[in-house]
């Protein structure tokens, strides 16, 4: 069984925000117009945590994307890295000027929590949490689906 549900270190085999940046920047249509993680939008709304299959994402928040791909608004799903300031790979924040947003990450014993529950679920096709989701619903859940507490299903 995994240790730890899957991160943008597994998904884009990226283990620092400076391997992001550089995987990022490998995207962008015009590279160097991706600014460096340093240059933080601390005063920005968060970019929210949430689990989908398995995988630490977050939508980006940015409602002036200028992507004819967008319907107004960004919203695109990036996955994340502990630690790590967002940059969606769509838009690259073009509502702050490129500059990277923080993540609302849950708390950490919440998210311990999150993660026992999730990784009790022998499928990640089940593995999902958003934050408006308390988290004692998850352990309900999984007593419900698989007949015991996730704190039993380790």
């Known amino acids: 069984m995994a240790e730890h549900l899957r991160t943008a270190r597994e998904e884009r085999k990226v283990g620092s925000v400076d391997e992001l940046y550089r995987w990022l920047r490998t995207r962008a249509p015009q590279p160097r117009t991706v600014r460096p993680p340093s240059e933080m939008a601390s005063d920005a709304p968060p970019a929210l945590a949430y689990v989908n299959h398995g995988r630490w994402v977050a939508d980006c928040p940015n409602r002036t994307c200028p992507q004819p ?86």
């Open 69 to 154: 791909s967008c319907p107004g608004y960004c919203n695109a799903a990036m996955d994340l890295l502990n630690g790590a300031p967002y940059l969606c790979g769509c838009c690259y924040n073009s509502d702050l000027g490129g500059r990277w947003r923080p993540v609302q990450w849950p708390t950490d014993a919440d998210r311990q929590e999150i993660e026992r529950a999730l990784l009790a679920r022998p499928s990640t096709a089940t593995r999902h949490w958003r934050p408006e989701q308390p988290v004692r619903d998850l352990a309900e859940e999984n007593a419900r689906h698989l007949g015991k507490p996730a704190q039993e299903a380790e």
